[in-house]
């Protein structure tokens, strides 16, 4: 079940604007995850983080991986109607993978 | 490079009956794993299977069960068929196990079959 507290779990942005959201936990994870779902469609990666600490770009996305490693954030810059959708957290370790509930992002143009 | 591939997209079942589900890894990847997805409980793991063996269970009830065959895919059997069996059920691959292993490698959705139990 979710048990990554993710946060905001929605958002309604003009066009333009940037985005922020991030993930916590109790525990610690090896990796992080975010991915992006449309509606009827499954979700699709965006960004992995390996190492703590880590900040990785794709495009207009930048994700981080917390230094702590119970924690990350993905950042969108220059929000575009396309963005929208529902933004899902994960985190992963040997023997456990976790989501958040999601972040449900609108974009107003 | 084809992606995740499920099939049927669309299910629409009545209480009591069974169904299965089928879904075709990206080529190369070993592990397959599969979520229920609902609005009020978001996205839960059911199984994991890797070279062909169920590796990994989530806390679902013995309905739910599945199966992979020598060339990665996988099927997933849910029998007497309840109201609340209604989800989007998702298949995931991956390189290596998800649950196991130094190197996690990330997982890739397919688009999902909408189960409807009337």
């Known amino acids: 079940g979710q048990q990554l507290n993710q946060s905001p779990q929605s958002m309604f942005i003009q066009e333009g604007e940037d985005v922020s959201m991030n993930c916590t936990s109790s525990s610690i994870f090896n990796t992080w995850l975010w991915y992006k779902q449309d509606p009827g469609e499954g979700p699709v990666l965006l960004i992995a983080l390996y190492k703590a600490g880590e900040l990785t770009s794709n495009g207009r996305l930048t994700a981080q991986f917390g230094i702590t490693r119970k924690d990350s954030f993905l950042n969108i810059s220059a929000s575009i109607p396309s963005d929208v959708g529902i933004y899902f957290c994960a985190g992963q370790r040997s023997n456990d993978m976790r989501f958040g509930a999601g972040t449900r992002l609108t974009v107003k143009p | 490079k084809a992606g995740v591939t499920q099939t049927p997209r669309y299910l629409i079942k009545t209480r009591g009956q069974q169904v299965t589900l089928s879904c075709s890894p990206i080529s190369g990847h070993r592990s397959v794993s599969w979520y229920q997805q609902t609005p009020g409980q978001g996205l839960q793991f059911l199984f994991e299977y890797f070279s062909e063996t169920q590796r990994n269970k989530g806390n679902f009830p013995g309905r739910f069960s599945g199966r992979q065959f020598s060339n990665s895919r996988s099927e997933m059997n849910v029998s007497t068929l309840e109201l609340g069996d209604s989800a989007l059920y998702l298949c995931a ?25 009337t």
């Open chain 2, 93 to 117: 691959s991956s390189l290596s196990l998800r649950t196991g292993g130094k190197l996690d490698s990330p997982l890739h959705f397919g688009n999902g079959t909408r189960l409807t139990v």
